[in-house]
């Protein structure tokens, strides 16, 4: 139970895939301009994260060594084509505002990465945690990021109007350099916590 929790809580802080492993970054701020489009990429990939290392988990065993790669990428493609097709049909205005973001999960380093680094080597039971842990830990810096651009360069959450009419939107944060800057600003803080939780273990 234990190798359980840890597996789950590494990908939220240790090993998060924006803050720490820095993989994914392109449609990671890409997609950030508003919370309700960081929170469905977010999802999206966790679903397809979770799927891919199940089935690759299952039957890693079957797989030649030789072919691995294509049948990884065929395996989240299968995947990646469900969830753009469910928002597609219930999410029209979300898939529409994460465009080509959604297809591009294919070729998403974190879930390549997971497949090919821990799915492919593990039983299904541990990859299960991992993969719910990486998605989280995903989600929950997208979700950041887009809530602090989305508030800061047009006063709204989830695109309701949450600061006074008097609130001068500040166009920087909506543009990419705005992405790059809370991006930063979130591996700071990431970094500052770190070395104080580390700090209080060495005291």
Known sequence: ??????????????????????IGLCSSLAVTTSVANGVGMGLSMTF?????????SLFRKLIPESIRIPVFIIIIAAFTTVIDYVLKAWFPELSRAMGVFIPLIVVNCIIM???????????????????????????WVLAGIAAVRELLGGG???????????????????????GFFVFALFISLNNFFKSRIRDRGTA
């Open 156 to 178: 709204t959450l989830f695109n309701i109007q949450v600061l006074p009419d008097t609130f001068q939107p500040i166009l920087f944060f909506v543009l990419p350099p705005g």
């Open 113 to 139: 990465g997971r497949v090919e680094g821990f799915a492919s080597k593990q039983p299904p039971d541990c990859v299960i945690p991992d993969a719910l842990g990486m998605g989280l830990g995903y989600t």
């Open 48 to 56: 397809v994260l979770l799927m891919s290392e199940v089935v690759i």
């Open 1 to 22: 139970m234990k190798r359980f929790v840890a597996l789950f809580v590494n990908g939220i802080v240790r090993e998060n895939p924006l803050l720490t492993l820095m």
